[in-house]
């Protein structure tokens, strides 16, 4: 079970941090994911990260998002800086769990199970 929360309204330029409170993955093995989608647009990947602390990022956020973990909370964080009005989406934390420690997180939208509802994000310009 994923619960997304901390979406707003900002400013370009502006920071805003979401959080994903996570249930059902503590001691396990798994991939949590950021994904996006603008109005008309398919959904997208922000960024990934495993149970490992193994992380990956979209080539349109590197630099300015930086996704993260806190275990003992069950938490999941995207911090997300020098916002854009292209940033704009709504936003989701989706997970799934992998086979083994060595299985590789993959972006396929599909091969995650576990979604949040999505909280807003709007940059103006």
């Known amino acids: 079970h994923l619960v997304e929360s901390g979406g707003d309204s900002v400013q370009a330029g502006g920071s805003l941090r979401l959080s994903c409170a996570t249930s059902g993955y503590t001691g396990k093995t798994y991939c949590m994911g950021w994904f996006r989608q603008a109005p008309g647009k398919e959904r997208e990947l922000v960024g990934i990260?495993?149970?490992?602390?193994?992380?990956g990022y979209a080539d349109g956020v590197k630099g300015r998002f930086t996704i993260s973990q806190d275990t003992a909370k069950n938490t999941l964080y995207l911090q997300m800086n020098s916002l854009k009005p292209e940033d704009t989406a709504m936003y989701y934390c989706a997970a799934y769990l992998r086979p083994n420690i060595w299985a590789t997180c993959v972006p396929q939208i599909n091969r995650y199970y576990d979604w949040g509802q999505g909280t807003q994000v709007t940059v103006s310009s």
């Open positions: 990260i495993s149970s490992s602390e193994s992380i």
